[in-house]
């Protein structure tokens, strides 16, 4: 069973960046499709990108583009998420998990994805 745990996440205020990360066991990450959610307090969990096993982005959340990039440390079977520019509106849970059909829904449907990570708090505040 494929398996994912996130780190990094923590405090920074408005305009700040940090890098979440997403360790993978159980098979090869470069082989596969990372999606990227995120649940608010009080709010449904959303999409914010997913990135396919070529390197392309499929955005869930527009107010992320140009803000958050993904990058793979193939080393450490790792994706890491660099979130730029951060807003109060960015607080939330995050989690990593991996399309059910390893391909990037168009959509950012939960179903459609199969292991999930516990999740890592991120919080902008000033």
């Known amino acids: 069973q494929v398996q994912l ?3 990094g996440g923590g405090s920074v205020q408005p305009g700040g960046s ?3 990360s ?3 066991s159980r098979f ?3 082989d596969y499709a990372i999606g990227w959610f995120r649940q608010a307090p009080g709010k449904e969990r959303e999409g914010v990108l997913c990135f396919s096993s070529s390197g392309g982005y499929t955005y869930y959340a527009d107010s992320v583009k140009g803000r958050f990039t993904i990058s793979r440390d193939k080393t450490k079977n790792t994706v890491h998420l660099q979130m730029n520019s951060l807003r109060p509106e960015d607080t939330a849970v995050y989690y990593c998990a991996t399309p059910r059909l390893n391909a990037c829904p ?3 449907t939960r179903s459609l994805f ?3 990570g516990q999740g890592t708090q991120v919080t902008v505040s000033s």
């Open 5 to 7: 745990v996130e780190s």
């Open 18 to 20: 940090l890098r979440l």
């Open 22 to 24: 997403c360790a993978v």
């Open 28 to 30: 090869t990450l470069n």
């Open 106 to 108: 168009a959509r950012d």
């Open 114 to 116: 199969g292991s999930w």
